[in-house]
């Protein structure tokens, strides 16, 4: 490594730790500390409040449905981008990453183009079948695995290709057919890509807001999601309540990580 | 004949952009390999072999030809229905596993009783110096320690072949001549039929009772060692199991030429030694002929010095008696050294 001057190095530490903190760090605090400004008082307030808990029920539901369909689809994604080649595949990988730079609102809007029950392109013929797809929970779950898809692949694709295929082709030659094959070696060998595919979807998952306010409607004690909650509150002026439910957020958010960081092992070998 | 290949043709589609046409991996392939015994494809990278190989193993498809084991076709058969054991030039160890389960990999999924599971691989770890190993992971053995693993994992099943792919490429020198040795022992001991791919020809004539070399995606010679050696078909084979030079038009290893400084024999080429190198106990002349050939020539410290060559002096070289020769293919003019 280079070798940088003693005072360079603490003007770099400083600059880090001193933009982290600004940006992150005491933003966050203060969430917290506006929680917590009269004791239990704001979480009590906010945990007996049915809009709150209903919200919480709700965004855990379509959380945890995301996170699932996610995983299966991530996985199987992966596998198919690292381990076969086919036409299409470039512009697959590509597809992938849309809903990293497309803005949440927008993919809002796109599934309603699609899925609304009067103008939209299968809305109609689906909603006849007796289905509702926006304005109910169908509708946010998608909504939620458009935003959160490429967490899991991004994970797991570069553990595939490291790991090579070398191990399966062993396994293959021993007599394991392809379930076999995945369940033993293969999902094994990604387990830890995935655990940590799964974690940022689920953050990810239960933090979102644009998308789901678009295809949810927003419909109070229905389809309301605990990010609609905190905005419907905030500007209700009931701020305290806000802030408990944005706490609550962070807590899960956080409190996945931590979990992570534990489980990992500390070099993968 | 245990594995029969017959027509076997694969071309893998250029993938480099500029690159010409598909590269030609195996080009209308056959040969029989014998039951029961250790047989060597050999040749140089990317002459073919390594794919022929996974063909048989099933781990790649030929675009036509089939394969034949044990006079079952298997052409079309998926590699965990062709009882075939194959080992890893990179050991492909299942490093998320232990030696033992490692091991016990192929019983467990064939669904074999615990014990007889448990038996089994105490067994096989025994023929392989690994017991004392059993409870550790693969990350914390050493690469000869991995290869002799997989190579029990690969018997545990009780394979009809057993396939090698380069198996010691990535062991270092001392390492690998340990384990062929031990490879040749464990063969005698198991006498499962067993092809190794190898470019390395002091393998190959070590430790096979059968070489078959292959380059450029075609089938050169098979024989054993000797046959090889000995009597090669052509100035490939030849120059590909030992050094060789160039003597009047004739292929020949350097150690059978000989030398003398007045002109004994008839047919004996006029030369000067341009350069003389010792190395140890041998001696490499470079000897400039009259035709303009640089013929290159080995012998012992001891003979140099008796008959007295220094660099510059001029001498006569003639093939010796019984030496093996094939004729050059090459053009006088392009006459280089080889190997």
């Known amino acids: 490594m280079v070798d940088v001057s003693a005072p360079t190095k603490w003007l770099l530490r400083l600059l880090a730790v001193g933009y982290v903190f600004f940006l992150v760090a005491w933003p966050v605090a203060l969430v917290v500390k506006e929680t917590f400004s009269d004791g239990l008082g704001n979480l009590v307030e906010a945990l007996t409040d049915s809009q709150v808990t209903g919200a919480l029920q709700l965004t855990l539901m379509v959380a945890l449905w995301a996170v699932v369909i996610n995983t299966l689809f991530g996985v199987g994604i992966s596998l198919l981008l690292v381990r076969y080649e086919f036409p299409g595949k470039r512009m697959l990988s590509a597809m992938i990453d849309i809903p990293l730079s497309v803005s949440p609102v927008v993919v809002g809007l796109a599934l309603l183009l699609v899925y609304n029950g009067r103008t939209g392109w299968f809305g109609p013929s689906i909603e006849e079948a007796g289905y509702q797809v926006i304005f109910d929970t169908p509708g946010m779950i998608m909504a939620t695995c458009f935003v959160a898809l490429p967490l899991v692949i991004r994970e797991v694709v570069p553990v595939l290709h490291e790991i090579g295929d070398d191990q399966e082709q062993a396994a293959r030659s021993l007599g394991a057919n392809a379930p076999q094959t995945f369940w033993r070696i293969t999902l094994p060998s990604i387990k830890w890509a ?14 979102e807001f644009g998308a789901v306010k678009i295809v949810s409607g927003n419909i109070t004690g229905r389809t309301q999601t605990a990010t609609l909650v905190v905005e419907a509150k905030y500007q209700n002026f009931q701020q305290s309540t806000a802030y408990a439910t944005s706490f609550l957020l962070i807590f899960v958010s956080i409190a996945c990580l931590v979990v992570v960081a534990f489980l990992r092992p500390k070099h993968d070998s | ?15 480099g952009s500029g690159r010409r046409g598909d590269f030609v991996a195996l080009d209308d392939v056959s040969v029989s390999l014998p039951t029961g015994q250790l047989t060597a494809l050999l040749g140089p990278s990317g002459g073919g072999k390594s794919t022929l190989l996974r063909i048989i193993a099933g781990l790649d498809t030929a675009d036509t030809g089939t394969v034949t084991i044990e006079g079952t076709d298997a052409t079309r058969l998926p590699p965990q229905k062709r009882n075939v054991g194959f080992v890893f030039q990179h050991y492909a160890v299942f490093k998320h596993m232990t030696v033992a389960k490692n091991v016990a990999f192929g019983l467990e999924i064939r669904k074999r009783p615990k014990a007889e599971i448990a038996e089994r691989v105490d067994e096989l770890l025994k023929l392989v110096h690994l017991s004392q ?7 914390q053995l050493s690469g000869g320690q991995r290869q002799r693993m997989a190579l029990a994992r690969a018997l545990a099943v009780e394979p009809s072949v057993l396939l090698l792919d380069e198996p010691f490429g990535a062991l270092d020198a001392k390492v690998r001549k340990e384990l062929r040795e031990w490879l040749r022992r464990l063969h005698d001991e198991v006498a499962v039929t ?6 390395d020809q002091e393998e190959a004539l070590e430790v096979a009772d059968e070489i078959v070399v292959i380059n450029e995606g075609r089938v050169e010679q ?48 006029e030369g000067t030694v341009s350069r003389m190198l010792r190395v140890g106990f041998e001696v490499r002349l470079h000897v400039l002929t009259v035709d303009g050939e640089d013929v290159s020539v080995v012998m012992t410290r001891t003979h140099a010095r ?15 008696a019984g030496a093996t020769v094939v004729p050059s ?11």
Do not use: C
């Open chain 1, 194 to 207: 995935v655990v940590y595919g799964v974690v940022l979807s689920l953050a990810r998952s239960l933090g």
């Open chain 2, 306 to 320: 008796s008959v007295g060559i220094r660099e510059g002096s001029t001498v006569w070289l003639t093939v010796a």
């Open chain 2, 222 to 269: 098979v024989g054993t060692p000797d046959q090889l050696y000995d009597d090669p078909a052509n100035d490939f084979v030849m120059s590909f199991l030992g050094e060789v030079t160039h003597l009047s038009g004739t292929v020949v290893r350097p150690h059978d030429i000989d030398v003398s400084t007045s002109p004994q024999f008839a047919g004996a080429v």
């Open chain 2, 329 to 339: 293919m090459r053009a006088a003019s392009q006459v280089e050294m080889a190997g």
């Open chain 2, 194 to 199: 067993t092809v190794f791919v190898t470019h």
């Open chain 2, 133 to 139: 190993f059993a409870h550790r992971l693969p990350s």
């Open chain 2, 1 to 15: 004949m245990s594995i029969d290949v017959s027509g076997l043709t694969k071309t893998f589609p250029s993938t």
